[in-house]
């Protein structure tokens, strides 16, 4: 081009074929656009491959329908599977069963949106040697261009270390709870107890200071005064 940048052209040649003989013609087309557009989405899936492969969480894409298409070696790594051994299972194969129902509303309800279909939960999850382990997923469904779910995408964070220290956590904390009602219960008594004590003790002096009176009015001759008890 005259100010020097470059574009790239499909050429066509034919013949054209004419009473007074054959002729050559030919057409050309500008394709740059074209080809950008491709290497820039060439790049991009070169991107997220790398990520896919080399992240250190786990990835699923998956079909609408909970088939397992591709897992990367974390996801492979964290449940203990090969990745011909995960595309044969779905989501409902490795999802705790007690778990399922609500992941289940959550990707219906993602699809029904037709778009964002995103979103974020922790989950139980089960891996091949039949041992239970916490992920907290982040999920997200990729639409065609009229709105229709045709994969979706999950990527899942080990927390079982997490999970199982505020496990721990909750348990001292109710053995906690329980060790504080017993202290306060054992306070209440130990109240009770010496409220007791020293109402005996008032009640021994006392006896002891009537029955000195009592026997001082004998040796007198007197009789006890009015006021004291009988």
Known sequence: RPDGSQRLMQSTSFLIVTPQGVM?????????????????LRDSEQRFRAVFEHAGIGIALLTPDGRILESNPS??????????????????????????PQEEARIRQAHKR??????????RYICKDGKVIWGLLSATTIYD???NS??????????NERKHAEEVIRETQEQLA?????????????????????????SSNANEV???????????????????PR
């Open 210 to 228: 009537f029955g000195g009176i009592t026997r001082a009015c004998r040796l007198r001759g007197e009789s006890l005064p009015s006021t004291m």
């Open 145 to 147: 261009e009229q709105g």
């Open 178 to 202: 329980v060790r504080v009602r017993e202290l306060e219960t054992n306070a209440r008594q130990i109240s009770l107890l010496t409220e007791l004590s020293n109402m005996l003790q008032l």
């Open 24 to 40: 050559l013609g030919g057409s050309n087309r500008d394709i740059t656009n074209e080809k950008e557009a491709e290497m820039r």
């Open 114 to 123: 037709k778009q964002n279909g995103s979103y974020q939960a922790e989950k």
């Open 75 to 100: 996801l492979q790594k964290m449940l203990g599977f090969d990745e011909t051994g995960l595309q044969a299972l779905t989501l409902k194969d490795i999802t705790h069963p007690a778990d399922y």
């Open 150 to 159: 045709i994969y979706d995408l999950g990527m899942i964070q080990d927390i």
